[in-house]
C-alpha cells in the first residue's frame, strides 16, 4: 500500500518535472535557434507624459513567433531563457535592436526621445555589460540619455559591490536606470535613496487596485512623492482606465504607460502611431484643465 502510494505520488513530481524540462529541452532549443536565425522582435509601447499628452519614450519589450509553436508570450520564453542560459545573448540582441532602431525612426523623421530595455539579473554579474552598452551608443551613435536599462527589485537589492558598481558604471555612462515592477518585491522607500535610480515604474499591481483599494492608493502615492522629491521620474505600468488617468494626474504621476494609450506594437506600428497628430491622444481631447 504504502509503496503504491509512493509510487503515485512520486509519478505526479515526474510529470511536473517532465513538462519543465520538457519546456527547457524543447522551448530551449527552438529559442536558440530563432535567436540565430533572427526570428525574435521587439514590440514597442508609448510611455506618455501626464502633464503634456507628449510622447515621453517607449518601452522595448520581445516578442517570439516561432514557426510551428507559435506565438510564446515573454513571461514563458524568458523564463526558459534564464535557465537555458541564453538571457545574455537575449539582452546583447535586445539592446542593439533598440538602440537600432531609435536611429532608424530619427532617420524617418520620428524623434521618439528615449528607448526603455528590459535587463534580466544575470547581466548585472557581468563585466562585459557596461563596456557592451558603451560600444553600442558609439556604434549608433546614440546619446546615452536617449537608452534607459530597466531591472527589477530583485536585482537592486543584491547588496553585492559587483552589482552595485555595475549599476553606477551605467549612470556614469549617462544612460538611464529604472527599476521596474516597483512595490512587487521587498525593497524598502529608503533603499531608493541609495541607489543611482533616474526612474520608477510602479507595478500594475498597484494601479489595477487604485480606484477600489486604499492601500494600493497609499502606496502610490508615497511612492509618486518620495520619487519626485528624489528627482526620479515616476511612471505608472498597466493604466487602463480613464478613471486612472484622472487619479494618477491628480498624483502628479509623471509618466503613463498602459492599453488606454496604446499598446505594444511593432517599429512600423509605433512609427506610424507616433506620426499622428497629438490632438488625437487622450490628454488632449479630455476637458479643460481646472488649473492648479
Ligand atoms: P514588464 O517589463 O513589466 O513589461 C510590462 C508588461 O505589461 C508587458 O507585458 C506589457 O505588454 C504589459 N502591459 C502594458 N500595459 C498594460 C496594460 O494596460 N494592461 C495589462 N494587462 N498589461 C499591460 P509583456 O510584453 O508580456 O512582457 C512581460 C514581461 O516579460 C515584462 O514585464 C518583462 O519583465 C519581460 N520581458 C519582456 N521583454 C523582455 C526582454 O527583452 N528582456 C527581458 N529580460 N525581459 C523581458
Ligand atoms: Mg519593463
Ligand atoms: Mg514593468
Ligand atoms: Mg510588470
Given at each position: 500500500q504504502a509503496k503504491k502510494e509512493a509510487r503515485g505520488s512520486y509519478r505526479l513530481v515526474?510529470?511536473?518535472?517532465?513538462?519543465?524540462?520538457?519546456?527547457?529541452?524543447?522551448?530551449?532549443?527552438?529559442?536558440?535557434?530563432?535567436?540565430?536565425?533572427?526570428?525574435?522582435?521587439?514590440?514597442?509601447?508609448?510611455?506618455?507624459?501626464?502633464?503634456?499628452?507628449?510622447?515621453?519614450?517607449?518601452?522595448?519589450?520581445?516578442?517570439?513567433?516561432?514557426?510551428?509553436?507559435?506565438?510564446?508570450?515573454?513571461?514563458?520564453?524568458?523564463?526558459?531563457?534564464?535557465?537555458?542560459?541564453?538571457?545574455?545573448?537575449?539582452?546583447?540582441?535586445?539592446?542593439?535592436?533598440?538602440?537600432?532602431?531609435?536611429?532608424?525612426?530619427?532617420?524617418?523623421?520620428?524623434?521618439?526621445?528615449?528607448?526603455?530595455?528590459?535587463?534580466?539579473?544575470?547581466?548585472?554579474?557581468?563585466?562585459?555589460?557596461?563596456?557592451?552598452?558603451?560600444?553600442?551608443?558609439?556604434?549608433?551613435?546614440?546619446?546615452?540619455?536617449?537608452?534607459?536599462?530597466?531591472?527589477t527589485e530583485s536585482v537592486m537589492m543584491e547588496e553585492s559591490e559587483e552589482t552595485m558598481n555595475v549599476l553606477a558604471a551605467i549612470r556614469k555612462l549617462g544612460v538611464g536606470l529604472s527599476m521596474d515592477d516597483f512595490g512587487t518585491g521587498f525593497s524598502s522607500l529608503s533603499r531608493l535613496t541609495r541607489l543611482p535610480l533616474t526612474e520608477i515604474k510602479i507595478d500594475r499591481s498597484f494601479i489595477m487596485n487604485l480606484e477600489h483599494d486604499a492601500n494600493a492608493q497609499a502606496v502610490t502615492t508615497a511612492v509618486i512623492g518620495i520619487g519626485n522629491r528624489l528627482g526620479m521620474t515616476v511612471v505608472t505600468e498597466g493604466v487602463e482606465t480613464e478613471a486612472q488617468y484622472d487619479l494618477l494626474e491628480s498624483l502628479h504621476c509623471d509618466v503613463l504607460q498602459g492599453y488606454l494609450f496604446a499598446r505594444p506594437m511593432s517599429a512600423t506600428d509605433l512609427e506610424a502611431w507616433a506620426r499622428q497628430p497629438r490632438l488625437l491622444m487622450p490628454a488632449m481631447t479630455r476637458k479643460p484643465d481646472q488649473g492648479q
Open positions: 515526474s510529470t511536473i518535472d517532465s513538462k519543465d524540462a520538457q519546456d527547457r529541452l524543447v522551448l530551449g532549443s527552438a529559442l536558440r535557434d530563432s535567436l540565430s536565425k533572427g526570428l525574435l522582435n521587439l514590440h514597442y509601447q508609448p510611455q506618455i507624459e501626464a502633464r503634456t499628452g507628449q510622447i515621453y519614450g517607449v518601452e522595448a519589450l520581445a516578442r517570439w513567433n516561432h514557426p510551428t509553436l507559435g506565438n510564446i508570450f515573454p513571461s514563458r520564453f524568458i523564463a526558459v531563457a534564464e535557465e537555458t542560459g541564453q538571457i545574455e545573448a537575449i539582452g546583447r540582441w535586445s539592446l542593439e535592436e533598440a538602440c537600432r532602431q531609435i536611429v532608424a525612426w530619427e532617420r524617418d523623421g520620428v524623434h521618439i526621445p528615449v528607448v526603455s530595455v528590459n535587463l534580466s539579473a544575470a547581466h548585472f554579474h557581468n563585466r562585459g555589460l557596461v563596456p557592451m552598452i558603451a560600444a553600442l551608443l558609439d556604434k549608433y551613435g546614440l546619446a546615452p540619455e536617449r537608452l534607459t536599462v530597466e531591472i
